[in-house]
């Protein structure tokens, strides 16, 4: 399978070459050059599958060339071994709710699916293919500590954090630096989290430091992310409607980045039988309203009870517009561009209706989804995270949705005491957290002095 720039201005590369490459050298995101279809038997057939025997079917596809059935499944169990559940991400039953529970990994939240299969595929293209990678993000809470649970320990790999000293909550800061293996660098920098990205950035353009020293990016546009999530939208079909295809089911996903919704997407473009896609966001909603009337437009960003989902422009929206503009890169790069000048774009009606065919989205502010914690406790005695009930809030009068859950409840207890007074119980990962021994460093959020932080560091090993 070779991969593509949504913005046309790259050879076709291999599977390999995209995960390493992250972002495409022409600002644009990689994409299959096709998207493999599964016809009705194989679904059905699929649909008995475990999810690390289905990981396999789903993934190698897009693989091919590369890297071979042996060594996917081989890599697939090693991936989900930390993970909490037999089933990795368990359907479950919340009164008449279906709720697929994704927070079973190291970290209690979504990401843990993706990156800690991200985490052993850098492991075997490293070793496979030679060279080290230095991994730098900067991170406002969720995806830091799976990053770092992803590659923590691996010989060939370092992993750079830039955190906002004092802005992520004590339980996502704990997560990170309580984490003592030799290859992971927790930096709380003295600014805010646009402060962390900025110089993330700007270390990523500086051409020379990048190739000397390797390095690599996490975040969500890496290609290979997306696809792990892919997987489990296959899972739930095959759980709720044991392989029947006449069946199609609807998921409601807590929405941020768009990159678990994108892999539903897929999903579905893959040909498995989804009826719509529910984009759930808090009460940043760039992504409804677009949905909902065609105009793409950022507004200021709030701090919110989801905090996960607290973003504006969504790093993998691009992904969906390239398919939605009929694979043509030059509008994609036409309405990119619109974007930088003007801050918005708007597409014409007939793409507005195609969107409205798949897509159905919704804002919850912040009372309804301590409301929907509280209702959906006082019916069912299950305790949604914020996230998920932001979801659960958007999926509410539509028949056979599945509901994304995207963090354990435990994880935003706050939010939770407020809006049902008690706390959920802690998974094994989330107890004693604030006991453990932390190694973190405190450094200015200039971009020389965080470079200069990672030649010493690097320096010394
Ligand atoms: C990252 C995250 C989301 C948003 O997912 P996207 O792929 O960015 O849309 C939702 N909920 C939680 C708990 C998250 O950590």
């Known amino acids: 399978m070779r991969y593509l720039s949504t913005r046309g201005g790259i050879e076709p590369v291999s599977f390999s070459q995209a995960v390493m490459m992250g972002l495409a050298t022409d600002g644009g995101l990689l994409l299959p050059e096709s998207i493999p279809q599964v016809d009705e038997a194989t679904l059905t057939r699929w649909a008995g599958l475990s999810f690390t025997e289905l990981a396999v079917e789903v993934m190698l596809p897009y693989m091919e060339g590369d890297i071979g059935r042996d060594e996917l499944a081989d890599l697939i169990p090693r991936s989900y071994a930390q993970f909490t559940s037999d089933e990795v991400t368990p359907l479950v039953a919340a009164g008449d709710l279906k709720i697929l529970e994704l927070f079973h990994g190291p970290t209690?939240?979504?990401?843990?699916?993706?990156?800690?299969?991200?985490?052993?595929?850098?492991?075997?293209?490293?070793?496979?293919?030679?060279?080290?990678?230095?991994?730098?993000?900067?991170?406002?809470?969720?995806?830091?500590?799976?990053?770092?649970?992803?590659?923590?320990?691996?010989?060939?790999?370092?992993?750079?954090?830039?955190?906002?000293?004092?802005?992520?909550?004590?339980?996502?800061?704990?997560?990170?630096?309580?984490?003592?293996?030799?290859?992971?660098?927790?930096?709380?920098?003295?600014?805010?989290?646009?402060?962390?990205?900025?110089?993330?950035?700007?270390?990523?353009?500086?051409?020379?430091?990048?190739?000397?020293?390797?390095?690599?990016?996490?975040?969500?546009?890496?290609?290979?992310?997306?696809?792990?999530?892919?997987?489990?939208?296959?899972?739930?079909?095959?759980?709720?409607?044991?392989?029947?295809?006449?069946?199609?089911?609807?998921?409601?996903?807590?929405?941020?980045?768009?990159?678990?919704?994108?892999?539903?997407?897929?999903?579905?473009?893959?040909?498995?039988?989804?009826?719509?896609?529910?984009?759930?966001?808090?009460?940043?909603?760039?992504?409804?309203?677009?949905?909902?009337?065609?105009?793409?437009?950022?507004?200021?960003?709030?701090?919110?009870?989801?905090?996960?989902?607290?973003?504006?422009?969504s790093s993998n929206f691009e992904r969906y517009l390239y398919f939605l503009m009929d694979e043509d890169s030059s509008q994609v790069s036409a309405l990119m561009e619109q974007m930088t000048q003007e801050g918005k774009f708007e597409i014409p009606p007939a793409k507005r209706a195609q969107v409205a065919e798949i897509f159905t989205a919704t804002a919850t502010s912040e009372e309804e989804t301590r409301q929907q914690i509280k209702e959906t406790y006082e019916q069912t005695g299950y305790i949604l995270d914020p996230h998920t009930a932001v979801g659960v809030h958007a999926a509410r009068g539509m028949d056979d949705v599945v509901c994304l859950a995207t963090a354990h409840p435990a994880k935003f207890g706050d939010a939770v005491k407020e809006a049902i007074g008690i706390e959920a119980s802690p998974p094994p990962s989330l107890q004693n957290l604030m006991e453990k021994e932390t190694r973190f460093e405190v450094l200015d959020a200039d971009g020389d002095v965080i470079r200069g932080y990672m030649k010493a560091t690097l320096a010394a090993k």
């Open 108 to 313: 209690a939240a979504f990401k843990d699916v993706a990156l800690q299969f991200l985490g052993k595929l850098f492991e075997l293209l490293l070793e496979r293919d030679g060279g080290r990678l230095n991994i730098i993000g900067a991170t406002s809470g969720d995806t830091g500590s799976a990053a770092i649970y992803g590659v923590r320990g691996q010989a060939l790999i370092d992993i750079f954090i830039l955190y906002p000293k004092g802005r992520v909550s004590p339980i996502q800061e704990r997560q990170m630096i309580t984490v003592q293996d030799a290859n992971v660098h927790n930096i709380a920098i003295t600014g805010t989290f646009d402060d962390g990205q900025r110089i993330v950035k700007e270390l990523f353009n500086d051409l020379e430091f990048k190739s000397e020293y390797s390095l690599g990016a996490v975040n969500s546009i890496n290609w290979a992310r997306i696809l792990a999530q892919v997987v489990y939208y296959f899972y739930a079909w095959g759980r709720v409607n044991g392989g029947d295809c006449g069946k199609k089911i609807s998921f409601s996903v807590p929405t941020g980045n768009f990159g678990d919704i994108f892999a539903g997407y897929i999903a579905k473009r893959m040909g498995l039988p989804v009826d719509r896609l529910i984009l759930a966001t808090n009460r940043n909603d760039i992504l409804s309203r677009f949905v909902n009337t065609g105009l793409y437009q950022a507004g200021e960003v709030f701090s919110t009870i989801s905090p996960s989902m607290d973003i504006q422009l």
